[in-house]
């Protein structure tokens, strides 16, 4: 635990990432694993690299990614011109689940949308994850919204 | 309602927004009008004009500004790398709710995310607002996630 660093993710972690993503009931069915990375998920992460906006994180214990997830800074007119912070794609690695690593990066993550200057922090979590719900609202957030997707 | 256009917002219709914004029983509370409008709604406007990933959008009747949203284009390594479109502060002028301009709005939204490659619309509203809901759900939206939120 000690030996966790939170970073911006680089391209040598990209496959580790995806395999994040995968690892999970809802993530298996939507990712591809490939060593190296198949090319849309290259194309992906330099659209991230390249939005001074986004931010691909990672959680690094020595050369092992252990968790991830994506911060958007998102300016707004509403709410006297607040910017808000929003995180997607949030994952623990199984072998560091229920260890603090997923409050600490949050913690994280927060810390860091407080210095880019945003109001509020949100982020949305499928209905299926009552783990999820668990953790989030004992970090103080609340469910106070619908989240609507749309497939295009 | 066959004078109605949508495009992306001027520094011209700025007033406006913040009065749509504002015109609203949870907006009044967090909003300021004035004209011109105070500075911190400037600087947000500046933001999201210098972000190729925001759109400031307006529905415009004439020079008269008859609704309003945000589109967000957020890169993101989930779903095979995946973009996903997202929209926020979403009003439409009293004088034309239940018109039909709510449901064109959202119709050139979705063209616009189709033609930047999005293949998720994700929007959240608040619980106590289910007269949006319905709107939502009759555009083929699902409520699939709990959307939370954290002050920072």
Redesign the interface.
């Known amino acids: 635990m000690d030996t966790i660093i939170f970073r911006t993710a680089t391209l040598a972690d990209?496959e580790a990432?995806?395999s994040l993503?995968a690892d999970d009931a809802l993530?298996a069915l939507?990712?591809?694993v490939a060593s190296p990375p198949?090319a849309?998920?290259v194309?992906?992460?330099q659209?991230?690299a390249a939005?001074a906006?986004?931010r691909?994180v990672v959680a690094a214990d020595g050369d092992v990614i252990v968790g991830t997830l994506?911060l958007?800074f998102?300016?707004?007119?509403?709410?006297?011109?607040?910017?808000r912070?929003?995180i997607?794609?949030v994952r623990i690695a199984a072998s560091h689940r229920s260890a603090g690593v997923g409050q600490r990066l949050f913690e994280w993550a927060?810390a860091a949308?407080?210095a880019r200057g945003?109001?509020?922090?949100?982020?949305?979590?499928?209905?299926g994850r009552p783990d999820a719900?668990r953790f989030?609202e004992k970090?103080?957030?609340?469910?106070?919204?619908?989240?609507?997707?749309?497939?295009?």
């Open positions: 990209l990432i995806v993503l993530g939507r990712e591809t198949a849309c998920y194309s992906a992460f659209a991230i939005d906006n986004q691909l994506q958007s998102i300016p707004g007119i509403a709410r006297r011109g607040a910017w912070g929003q997607e794609a927060m949308c407080r945003c109001q509020l922090l949100q982020l949305t979590t499928d209905k719900h989030y970090l103080g957030f609340v469910a106070s919204h619908e989240g609507y997707k749309l497939a295009l």
